[in-house]
Nanobody, 121 residues
C-alpha cells in the first residue's frame, strides 16, 4: 500500500509564505512525476505545479514566480514553497505521484489526503 502524507498547510496573511511537504511511503521502486494540485471551494481540482524525476518543472500561470516545486528523490518527498500568497490561493492542496512498484513495468497514480491553505488577513 502506497501512501502520500502531506503537511505544512495552515492560515497565513496575504503576502506571507508557507512550505508544503509530501512524503510517499510503501513498496515503491521509483516515482516518476510528482505534483501539487489545489481545489478551492466550489471549484474543480487544478494543477498547481509538477516536477519530473529529473527535475523538470511545470507551473500554472497563476503561481509562476511565486511558487517553487522541488523534490528529494532519496526521500520520495516533494515540496511546494509558496511565497507572496494571495487570498485566491486559498484551497485544499493535494499531492499526487506517478509511481512504479517492484517487478512491474506499469505505473500507478496515488493522491494524498489534502492539506488546507487559508490566506486571510
Amino acid at each position: 500500500q502506497v501512501q502520500l502524507v502531506e503537511s505544512g498547510g495552515g492560515l497565513v496573511q496575504p503576502g506571507g509564505s508557507l512550505r508544503l511537504s509530501c512524503a510517499a511511503s510503501g513498496s515503491i521502486f521509483s516515482i516518476n512525476t510528482m505534483g501539487w494540485y489545489r481545489q478551492a471551494p466550489g471549484k474543480q481540482r487544478v494543477l498547481v505545479a509538477q516536477i519530473t524525476r529529473g527535475g523538470s518543472t511545470n507551473y500554472a500561470d497563476s503561481v509562476k514566480g511565486r511558487f517553487t516545486i522541488s523534490r528529494d528523490n532519496a526521500k520520495n518527498t516533494v515540496y511546494l514553497q509558496m511565497n507572496s500568497l494571495k487570498p485566491e490561493d486559498t484551497a485544499v492542496y493535494y499531492c499526487n505521484a506517478d509511481w512504479l512498484p517492484y517487478m512491474d513495468y506499469r505505473s500507478f497514480d496515488v493522491w494524498g489526503q489534502g492539506t488546507l491553505v487559508t490566506v486571510s488577513p
